[in-house]
């Protein structure tokens, strides 16, 4: 099974401020590798597939980078409501979510 | 409007079985492959299975944590996907949702509780 590491579990920012949270897959999974946003009490919301292509709709605040085992993503700017929980989730080889990162603002 | 509709969640005892349905509108059921995904208490994140589309011979897939308990099936006629679980353990206990292959659609979720 591929293991995700997801880093920081949680991680404190300001407003206007940007934050990155990083993903470690266990093996190479090529740009196999989704984003989520949740906010408290509703189903996760995909933000970037395939490591760095935004979903439509989604800020140009949010962007993906990465490949093989290493994965970032970077939330610019930040406002009230990127309040939420974020996810990676490897789709290399079946699904594999990271542990996710509680993102709060100041 | 696309919408995603789960029912069947309960409290149910250890060893026991619940089936899950999911009910959809709103987009081409039939061609989309579809998933269920769980996530615990603990706000853990789980795919727990998947299920192709009739041009993929209805292929399916499960996490090691359910393989041989849990069963993905679709009816294209209801455009509805369905989550058979058997000999249910305490780990079991989640949100369940189901969701289109692409992640991009999901229901609201419903609350499987195992225990005694």
């Known amino acids: 099974d591929i293991r995700m590491t997801q880093t920081p579990a949680s991680l404190s920012a300001s407003l206007g401020e940007s934050v990155t949270i990083t993903c470690r897959a266990s093996?190479?999974?090529?740009?196999?590798l989704l984003w989520f946003q949740q906010k408290t009490g509703k189903p996760p919301k995909i933000l970037i597939y395939?490591?760095?292509n935004l979903v439509s709709g989604i800020s140009p605040r949010f962007s993906g980078s990465g490949s093989g085992t290493q994965f970032s993503l970077k939330i610019s700017s930040l406002k009230p409501e990127d309040t939420a929980n974020y996810y990676c989730?490897?789709?290399?080889?079946?699904?594999?979510f990271g542990a996710g990162t509680k993102l709060e603002l100041k | 409007e696309v919408q995603l509709v789960e029912t069947g969640g309960s409290l149910v005892q250890p060893g026991k079985s619940l089936k899950l349905t999911c009910a959809t509108s709103?987009?081409?059921?039939?061609?989309?492959?579809m998933h269920w995904v769980r996530q615990s208490p603990e706000k853990q994140l789980e795919w727990v299975a998947q299920?192709?589309?009739?041009?993929?011979?209805?292929?399916?897939y499960y996490a090691e944590s359910v393989k041989g308990r849990f069963t993905i099936s679709r009816d294209d006629s209801k455009s509805s996907v369905y989550l058979q679980m058997n000999s249910l353990k305490e780990e079991d206990t989640a949100i369940y949702y189901c969701?289109?292959?692409?992640?991009?659609?999901w229901g609201q979720g419903v609350m499987v509780t195992v225990s005694s």
């Open positions: 969701t289109s292959g692409s992640y991009d659609y």
């Open positions: 709103g987009f081409t059921f039939s061609n989309a492959w």
């Open positions: 299920i192709k589309a009739k041009s993929n011979n209805y292929a399916t």
């Open positions: 093996q190479d999974i090529g740009k196999s």
């Open positions: 395939t490591a760095s």
């Open positions: 989730c490897q789709g290399y080889s079946l699904y594999t």
